[in-house]
């Protein structure tokens, strides 16, 4: 006769001593690896249970798969912080957790003031088999029509209000930070194109907008 399975009881909370960090269903965290030369996993943990003595804790999670797990692999939109929250779900010893992690909407990631080690963002859901995503489409931005990269510098067309590389403008990071005013092609008139000036010896409080993470 088989040995019954010893019941296990669900846990509202846990702290992992090695990192004495308290988790429960809903957080976030980074977990180990099984290749040490591999960063950390991220996933969002579903459940927490432990057996009757309250040892052997396993926690319940859904993985984020990094840009380069995913069957299409990092495309040059993908942020170096982007996660995608995907439909693989697995069961994991708590001891595998190396710390507690934030993953932000793509919007309030933008709006931080800094970008901590922690911090990730999470734009798109991936399903594991086909490798969809959802949603399947975004704004794309810029003369190359690629959807935003919180990591790169971009410049607003006051015309237009889109947003563009300073590589797609043919023009340095350094330069568009100096411009003072800027219309794309689209928009720019004669009396406009004069105000594309650069000015290197002072920077104006007014000055375009720029689009960049700030670390």
């Known amino acids: ?8 009881r669900t846990l509202e909370s846990y702290t992992v001593k090695p ?4 988790i429960k269903p809903g957080d976030c965290v980074l977990m180990r690896p099984s290749d040490p030369r591999k960063p950390s996993y991220v996933a969002k943990i579903e459940r927490i249970e432990a057996d009757a ?3 052997n804790v396993k926690v319940h999670v859904r993985w984020y798969y990094r840009p380069e797990e995913s069957i299409g ?14 439909d693989h779900y697995d069961v994991q010893s708590a001891d595998t957790i190396e ?16 970008v901590g080690n922690e911090d990730f963002f999470c734009r798109f ?24 990269n919180p990591d790169d510098l971009m410049v607003q067309c006051e015309g237009c209000s889109d947003w563009f590389h300073p590589a797609c403008l ?15 092609e689209s928009c720019s008139s ?15 409080d007014t000055k375009v907008d720029t689009k960049r993470r700030r670390r």
Do not use: W
Request: proline content about 3%; some cysteine.
């Open 1 to 8: 006769m088989a040995k019954a399975k010893a019941p296990r």
């Open 19 to 22: 990192i004495n960090k308290t």
């Open 53 to 55: 003595r309250g040892a």
């Open 73 to 86: 692999g990092r495309r040059q939109f993908h942020g170096s912080k982007e996660v995608f929250l995907s």
């Open 99 to 114: 710390g507690k992690c934030t993953v932000h909407s793509f919007k309030s990631y933008t709006k931080l003031d800094a």
């Open 125 to 148: 859901e991936y399903n594991s088999t086909t490798g969809a995503f959802n949603p399947d489409r975004v704004a794309v931005y810029c003369k190359c029509e690629m959807p935003y």
């Open 170 to 184: 043919e023009m340095t990071a350094e330069e568009a930070k100096k411009l003072e005013h800027f219309f794309c």
């Open 190 to 204: 004669e009396s406009q194109k004069l105000q594309n000036s650069l000015n290197a010896s002072r920077l104006s």
